[in-house]
């Protein structure tokens, strides 16, 4: 680890507050300590000199003030008492006369000061008879020293002067080993602070560390790992909150990871497409189903803007800038598809709080067959309404022509009742058909299955048109494929089938013409029944809604014949509801083959 990024970490500032704490307050106690220590032995030592000097003083009033002679022999007497009571290492003590000359002198390096004039303020300012004289000197030898003059007053007469001049140099080296002490000891201290320090940062950043290292993992998504828990401390407390933490993340993560595939599922298997854009209509997301919709892939999508890609007008891609629009019908064409179909567009605004808008939803649902269903019925309605509407103005023109007096007219009266007759049963038909179609549709006709011999069931369909197909000398054959004899399915439906199937042979096949009904089993064991002939057949172009409903070919002729436009479509419904399918087969001219084709029910199928 490089020095610099040391001391970035939470232990190193730890110590590093610590030391300085203690650094700062020893400092502050050391400064207080030795200034206090300082002043009070420099008072101390001051006191002792000045009492000294009063003490000094006073002894040598009265040897002072005596007579010459008894002052020659009192200073002597005065000498020997301060080479004895007052004889002090560093001190040198002078006594001097009112004239400021030194009678005495403590040291006998100077005893040739004797009978010189001390000059020294202090001195001076003693013999004036101020008592409080004193100062701090330094001499040439660099020595602190400490002076002290006291005047000597005997019967309120000046008679001379104590001077006291102490060394400092014992005071400050006391001082000085006192700071020595207290050195050592700061030193001592900071070391027993660093060492305390280091356990004490421990103690808090180890957890950090831990915790540090479990959040990376965490963040890697390793969440299996806990947080150990060292106390009931604020520590403590963090590590159990830690783990809280990491399991509430864990079991969020969990639920939105579950919610994304719940997403990416129900967007996948939609039936519906979904674009996601950004807020400049960038596709940023779409499902499969608007991919093959668009017939486009998800590597397609990059910087793909979805106006260009659905293919909206300038109008719309103004509307969707603006965030206005808000459904668009639009008609697609892929190159892949030779059809044409029609989605509806559902555009939904993604708003984010304080950003506005942040993309946009776009629904795509094929809506062909729904406009095929819608178209369908508008053309079912309009069918019914003019299938309708025919013969009842026929009926009511009929009966407006009788009630004006045709009806007294006997043979035009039978004429005109039974063309009313003919209208009404037309309308008859007509009404059971829709009726017969609508529980086919909704699955209300109930089959009644039961086993039916397939040769005997087509030898009654052509008995039952055998009078009209000797009138127009038509030629019948029935095929039936050896090996069928019996098949179950309702005999009354299927024959409904056939029955519509030869009618509508025998209606468009000329004079002389063939019809052949004929039964076999296809290879996949199903029996196929067909009715062909040899009739005007069915133009290409009507081929593909000739199932339709009301759907006619030529449609005066067969409305003519009596036709609803119903027989074929309920034809196919009942094949449709025996779980089979009908397909048909013409050339315009040459003749026309419907054929549907039956599964074999299990345990019937083909008797022998």
Do not use: C
């Not at 030391?19 to 106690?29: D, E, G, R, V």
């Not at 080479?83 to 006369?97: H, K, R, T």
């Not at 206005?324 to 605004?349: D, G, H, N």
């Amino acid at each position: 680890m490089k020095p610099a990024s040391l001391f970035r970490t939470v232990q190193a500032k730890l110590i590093i507050v610590y030391m300085l704490l203690i650094l700062i307050a020893m400092q502050l106690i050391g400064v207080y300590f030795v200034s206090a220590m300082k002043n009070s032995l420099t008072s101390n030592f001051t006191n002792d000199l000045q009492e000294q000097a009063e003490l000094l003083s006073v002894m040598s009033a009265e040897k002072l003030g005596g007579d010459a002679e008894a002052g020659k022999n009192s200073v002597e007497s005065l000498g020997v008492i301060i080479n004895n009571l007052f004889n002090l290492s560093g001190v040198e003590i002078q006594v001097l006369d009112a004239s400021g000359k030194v009678l005495i002198t403590s040291l006998s390096t100077h005893a040739d000061y004797v009978g010189r004039k001390n000059t020294q303020t202090v001195v001076s300012r003693a013999l004036q008879g101020i008592s409080d004289n004193e100062e701090y000197v330094i001499d040439e030898d660099n020595e602190r020293k400490r002076v002290v003059a006291k005047p000597v007053i005997y019967n309120s007469k000046i008679v001379g002067a104590v001077y006291i001049v102490a060394s400092m140099n014992e005071l400050h080296d006391t001082i000085g080993r006192v700071n020595n002490i207290f050195i050592s000891g700061m030193l001592i201290a900071l070391v027993l602070t660093a060492i305390l320090s280091v356990i004490l940062a421990h103690t808090i950043t180890q957890p950090i560390k831990e915790m540090t290292r479990h959040a990376t993992a965490v963040a890697e998504g390793n969440f299996d790992q806990k947080m150990p828990v060292f106390g009931n401390d604020e520590i403590g407390q963090l590590s159990e909150a830690f783990n809280y933490m990491t399991s509430r993340l864990q079991n969020a993560l969990l639920q939105n990871e579950e919610e994304k595939e719940k997403l990416a599922s129900i967007l996948t298997n939609m039936s519906d497409g979904v674009i996601a854009t950004d807020e400049t209509g960038q596709v940023i997301l779409m499902n499969r189903r608007a991919g093959a919709m668009l017939s486009l892939d998800e590597d397609e999508l990059d910087s793909r803007d979805i106006t260009k890609l659905l293919g909206l007008d300038p109008e719309q891609t103004e509307s969707f800038a603006e965030g206005s629009i808000q459904s668009a019908l639009l008609e697609m064409s892929p190159e892949e598809m030779a059809t044409t179909y029609k989605v509806r567009v559902t555009f939904t605004p993604i708003h984010r709080r304080e950003f506005g808008i942040a993309g946009t939803i776009a629904v795509l649902q094929d809506v062909t067959e729904q406009e095929q269903l819608e178209a369908s019925r508008r053309e079912f309605v309009a069918n019914v309404s003019h299938e309708l509407r025919t013969p009842l103005t026929t009926i009511k023109s009929y009966t407006e022509a009788l009630d004006d007096g045709a009806l007294e007219d006997a043979q035009l009266a039978r004429r005109f009742v039974g063309v009313i007759q003919n209208e009404t049963e037309r309308m008859i038909r007509l009404v059971t058909d829709l009726l017969h179609l609508s529980r086919l549709d909704n699955k209300e006709a109930s089959l009644r299955k039961e086993p039916t011999d397939v040769l005997e069931m087509l030898e009654d369909v052509t008995d039952r048109f055998s009078f009209q197909m000797q009138q127009k000398h038509i030629e019948s054959n029935i095929k039936v494929q050896s090996g069928i004899y019996s098949v179950l399915f309702d005999r009354d439906q299927i024959d409904q089938v056939l029955d519509n199937l030869v009618s509508n042979s025998l209606k468009y096949t000329p004079d002389g013409g063939v019809v052949t009904l004929e039964a076999r089993l296809t290879e996949d064991s199903q029996i196929s029944i067909s009715v062909q002939d040899t009739g005007i057949g069915i133009p290409k172009k009507d081929l593909e809604r000739i199932f339709d409903r009301f759907y006619r070919v030529d449609k005066a002729r067969s409305r003519n014949m009596g036709g609803t436009g119903l027989g074929l479509s309920i034809a196919r419904e009942i094949v449709s509801a025996h779980g089979g399918v009908m397909a048909l087969q013409s050339e315009f001219g040459q003749g026309t083959k419907v054929t549907f084709t039956l599964p074999l029910v299990e345990n019937w199928g083909v008797m022998t």
